[in-house]
């Protein structure tokens, strides 16, 4: 039996009829084609499924579809808006944050939720925020680098606002 | 010509659709009336298959077909591109159905109109089995029954001796030979996305279309080609983009094959993406060799010779290049070291698991941790410093290109040049003082050094198995814009932009103008692929004459249309001038195209095509420096300081080359202190999600103070020698080296990776436990 669910993603709202079983991974990718949302294990160790709902970053592999009933979700393709890079997707970019690119969307949501939280972090906290988030290429330095560049144009677009 | 480009930190031009999610991996790309493919996967190591029940699966929602041993006759085996002497060669079949001979092997294959109803249906299926004693141990295995694969009456696959000098007398002139059994435990890759396979069949066109996460289009297509027996110019291999690879996806796999036959009886695309679990089970793993070192010594630390006796663990059957593998590991011995006599004998045998193949680095990792936790050895035996062993024994720069005993010609190298650079960044006397200190207040800190060299740029094809060179082709479009095909096929490394910076200069345009183009079998002429560090020396090469070749023929016509002598025309920043006169290499693309006044003899178009044959393998090499603090109590260890010097030649791009290193370190670091594929004594796959199988995260990495020495390789016009693999082959006996040395007050000269806290704080308890 199906279950109707209404989800509001990148800002435009679905309403669809989903299995129960299914998970917010596989909807986000199989019924709405947002495939940016990349998914890297069964046991929500990998973080490459990370996506911001209702203003969390939480692996959409452990929820599933019928619970995000509701929900304000944004996946990585919402994060550049008018064709405007996020901060941290510049950061990615500028400090080679990135190879193959596969964990790549998960860390960005990852990241941009610790700068919400934290504008200013240390490089331990930045870490510490992206623990969750397996990366097999970086070594993750980019990647710490990459936040801190995002952190220094925040507060640098913050100032100047 | 000025660079614009090569040798700067240039940002990547793949990077803005991967930033924001619009890059297309195998599971992004979806064809109208796809059906999806579910493994059933052997859940023993060792087992008979006395039947397989699909019937109530065969009746499940949304099944189309299942498929087991029996249907596949006409596929063939899974190939394996090495062959050695008097090795033994199973036959692989894509689905196994007499006996399952590791857990994951595939028994079943289920195709269905969803991915969750494929699975469910999966489950339906009834396999019974009689499980068989598994075989698991190499040194047992080497010795007797019970056996892999019966018809051999054997689990050696191969027995290898490679070598030269004569050992024998090296160790009988030697004042000592020490010996230490050495471990390269079994490692699973584990690239983030796993592998995937999407199938196309089109019954009309009779035409087959693969999208698969590899990194070998060009020998995939032919393989799978052979595999099917159909027409190699019907199948079209496409490689979307590819989420890593270290050597997971070096490989033509049985799924690859299967999913192809798949649709061509279906008629509709097929897709199988595969699990992490699947991952786990029935992708290659790597390294798994366990040898016994020998090396003879002289009182000054001079090493008179080095002999491995090694067994390696080929699982349970080969994979591509499986047997290669420990041939790779014998020709790096010698290290960066001048060693007169070196011997390495290799038994290889079947056990109940995956496969080993080639996982970053492929052989060369093994070699350098054992050359040099040997060179450590010595220095702990001589209580000489460690440094100053490996400086004695290094080759000076005026040898080069150096002979070693294993048969290799090292093309350049500075080795103390890197050495010094690192021990001044690393402050080397300071750290000993504060080692000193450390240690006299009961602390365990213990410094790390590692001078490695490894094999780049594979390699001459008289060396590999299928062919060592790369292609490319380049050309200028009717509206000036560039293309560069390449053979090569990146996958996370960065060629689209390393690529597009060596045509950006060559022909002084932007690199905005440039669009790299790999991956694809029907687009790009053959090539070879990524691995082994070869796209940029190989194919980059091949990237860097084509355009020489272009640049000649555009330099031929722009004199024609400019009506001068050839011999005037000189280019610079995208013209072509002859005194007065001047055109812009793309005016002259644009008449290559029109043809209407081409000179006497000239064919239309702007386009050259060059395969690189490379004459020898490129010698990388640096220093790795590290400090690790062991806490005493729990057995954790710190990384206070990770200090590399590297040396990769020429370097095209600051930005990638760190990228690479850093990457290659923590891989290292996976190897040194979490990771390890562990099967019990059943066959039984412990390890077998990333809950139990531990990859490093971001809080357990160091900073990492990267430098570099550039010592341009004189094998290729670019200089360049490879660098894809460094960081994980110098990088891991200089992790093992570091935390040794801490626990050295406690009597400690080897231990066995992964340092596990656990294993060190029993090492630190016990101890203190007698001294108490
Ligand atoms: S897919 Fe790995 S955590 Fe969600
Ligand atoms: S960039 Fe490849 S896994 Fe992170």
Redesign the pocket.
């Known amino acids: 039996m199906k279950v109707p669910i209404q989800v509001t993603v990148n800002g435009k709202t679905h309403a669809h009829e989903v299995e129960p079983r299914v998970l917010l ?1 596989h909807y986000l990718r199989d019924v709405l084609n947002l495939t940016g949302t990349h ?3 069964e046991t ?6 990370t996506v911001m709902l209702d203003g969390q970053a939480v ?1 959409s ?1 452990t929820v599933l579809a019928a619970q995000a009933n509701g929900a304000h979700i944004t996946t990585i393709e919402g994060f550049a808006v008018n064709g405007r890079l996020h901060p941290v997707q510049e950061g990615f970019w500028e400090r080679h944050g990135l190879q193959c690119g596969y964990c790549t969307p998960g860390m960005i949501v990852a990241s941009a939720q610790l700068l919400e939280r934290n504008p200013d972090p240390t490089e331990a906290e930045i870490r510490m925020a992206i623990e969750g988030n397996l990366c097999r290429c970086t070594g993750y330095q980019h990647i710490v680098e990459a936040v801190q560049y995002a952190a220094r144009r925040m507060k640098g677009a913050a100032a100047a606002d | 010509m000025a660079t614009k480009y090569v040798g700067n930190r240039v940002k990547r031009t793949e990077d803005p659709r991967l930033i924001q999610g619009l890059g297309h991996y195998v599971d992004d790309i979806k064809l109208p009336d796809t059906l999806h493919v579910a493994f059933v996967r052997s859940i023993y190591g060792h087992a008979r298959i006395t039947g397989v029940d699909a019937s109530a699966a065969a009746k499940a929602p949304g099944v189309v077909a299942v498929y087991t041993g029996k249907d596949i006759g006409k596929i063939g085996g899974v190939p394996c591109a090495s062959d050695l002497p008097e090795m033994k060669k199973p036959e692989f079949l894509v689905l196994a159905s007499n006996k399952a001979l590791f857990v994951g092997h595939a028994i079943a294959a289920v195709v269905a109109t969803d991915r969750y109803l494929a699975k469910d249906a999966a489950d339906m299926i009834q396999v019974d089995y009689e499980e068989l004693p598994a075989v698991t141990e190499e040194v047992k295995a080497a010795a007797g029954a019970p056996y892999v694969h019966e018809q051999f009456g054997t689990n050696i696959a191969y027995k290898l001796t490679a070598g030269e000098g004569d050992i024998a007398a090296a160790f009988r002139s030697s004042d000592k030979v020490i010996k230490q059994r050495i471990l390269n435990q079994r490692l699973a890759p584990i690239a983030m996305e796993p592998r995937g396979v999407l199938a196309r069949y089109y019954p009309g066109e009779q035409e087959l279309t693969l999208w698969s996460s590899t990194q070998i289009p060009h020998l995939m297509r032919t393989q799978v080609a052979l595999m099917l027996g159909m027409p190699e110019n019907r199948l079209r291999v496409i490689t979307p983009e590819v989420g890593g690879g270290f050597g997971s996806k070096l490989n033509v796999y049985a799924e690859e094959a299967l999913l192809g036959w798949i649709s061509m009886q279906l008629g509709q695309p097929v897709k199988w993406i595969e699990s992490r679990r699947e991952n786990f089970q029935s992708t290659i793993h790597g390294r798994a060799q366990l040898g016994d070192l020998e090396i003879g010594i002289r009182k000054d630390g001079t090493v008179t010779g080095l002999r491995y006796n090694v067994f390696a663990d080929m699982g349970a059957y080969y994979q591509l290049l499986t047997p290669a593998i420990p041939t790779l590991t014998g020709l790096m011995l010698s290290g960066s070291y001048k060693i007169p006599a070196i011997q390495i004998n290799v038994t290889a045998v079947f056990t109940n698991k995956m496969s080993t193949d080639a996982y970053r680095g492929a052989g060369r990792p093994e070699a350098t941790y054992v050359v040099e936790r040997a060179m450590d050895l010595v220095a702990a035996e001589l209580g000489m410093d460690p440094v100053e062993v490996r400086r004695k024994n290094f080759p000076a720069p005026n040898e080069f290109p150096f002979k070693t005993a294993t048969g290799l010609f090292y093309d350049s190298g500075d080795y103390v040049l890197a050495l010094e650079k690192a021990l001044k960044n690393a402050d080397y006397k300071k750290l000993g003082e504060e080692q000193k200190k450390a240690r006299a207040a009961g602390r365990l800190v213990g410094i790390g050094v590692s001078t490695y060299v490894e094999i780049c740029a594979l390699g001459p094809s008289a060396a590999l198995p299928a062919g060592g060179w790369e292609s490319a082709t380049v050309r200028i479009e009717p509206t000036g814009t560039v293309t560069v095909l390449t053979g090569a096929s990146p996958h996370g490394q960065g060629q689209e932009t390393s690529f597009a910076q060596i045509a950006g200069d060559e022909l002084g345009v932007s690199i905005e103008a440039v669009t790299v183009i790999h991956g694809d079998t029907s687009i790009v002429q053959y090539g070879i692929g990524t691995f082994g560090s070869r796209a940029t020396a190989v194919g980059g090469t091949a990237v860097f004459v084509a355009l020489q070749r272009l640049k000649e023929k555009a330099s031929k016509l722009a004199a024609h249309l400019m009506g001068v002598d050839p011999a005037t025309v000189k280019f610079a920043d995208g013209r072509f001038t002859s005194g007065a006169k001047s055109m812009a290499i793309q005016e002259v693309a644009l008449h290559a195209h029109l043809a209407k006044s081409l000179p006497e003899g000239m064919e239309p178009g702007l386009s050259a095509t060059y395969f690189f044959e490379p004459k020898n393998f490129t010698f990388p090499f640096g220093t790795h420096i590290c400090i690790a603090e062991v806490d005493k109590d729990t057995g954790e260890i710190t990384l206070q300081r990770y200090i590399a010097v590297d040396d990769c030649g020429r370097v095209i791009n600051p930005l990638l080359v760190d990228g690479q290193v850093q990457g290659g370190i923590v891989q290292a670091l996976g190897q040194a202190f979490y990771e390890h594929v562990v099967y019990d004594e059943n066959g039984q796959l412990l390890t077998g999600t990333l809950m139990d199988y531990a990859l490093p995260r971001a809080t357990n990495c160091p900073w990492m103070e990267l430098d570099r020495t550039e010592t341009p390789s004189p094998v290729n016009p670019l200089g360049v020698k490879g660098v894809g693999e460094a960081g994980t082959i110098g990088a891991t006996p200089c992790l093992v080296n570091a935390v040794i040395d801490a626990l050295a007050p406690l009597g400690v000269r080897h231990l066995d990776m992964p340092l596990k806290p656990e294993t060190l704080w029993r090492i630190i308890s016990g101890n203190s436990a007698r001294s108490a």
């Open positions: 991974v998914i890297g294990c929500s160790l990998c973080g490459a499924c692996k592999c």
